[in-house]
């Protein structure tokens, strides 16, 4: 189970932190874990990912603007948006992906950036 907060409504050019947390887990730290989002009307597509060596990724259409980020000892991934643009207003959801490669996702959070 993955558990989103931190959406919201922000004006663009602001900035917006999302949290995900996965209560329970023992195996957190060997997780790959990816921030994902979903605009109305388009396929979901990778945002951030981050491995369980702390190595990061990002779409190109989000470089240089957000950062994501992972404390182990809280079970919890991060996703610091920053200079939002209205084309970053989705759902966005958190995804975890374990050793054994089973996926698991949270229920997502809306983001909404007005221009």
């Known amino acids: 189970q993955l558990v989103e907060s931190g959406g919201g409504l922000v004006q663009a050019g602001g900035s917006m932190r999302l949290s995900c947390v996965q209560p329970?887990?023992?195996?957190?730290?060997?997780?790959?874990m990816n921030w994902y989002r979903q605009a109305p009307g388009k396929q979901r597509e990778l945002v951030a990912s981050?491995?369980?060596?702390?190595?990061?990724n990002y779409a190109d259409s989000v470089q240089g603007r957000f950062t994501i980020s992972r404390d182990n000892a809280k079970n919890s991934v991060y996703l610091e948006m920053n200079s939002l643009k209205p084309e970053d207003t989705a759902v966005y959801y958190c995804?975890?992906?374990?050793?054994?490669?089973?996926?698991?996702w949270g229920q997502g959070t809306q983001v909404t950036v007005s221009s």
């Open positions: 981050i491995t369980s060596g702390g190595s990061t």
């Open positions: 329970g887990s023992r195996m957190f730290s060997s997780n790959e």
């Open positions: 995804n975890a992906v374990t050793v054994y490669r089973r996926g698991y």
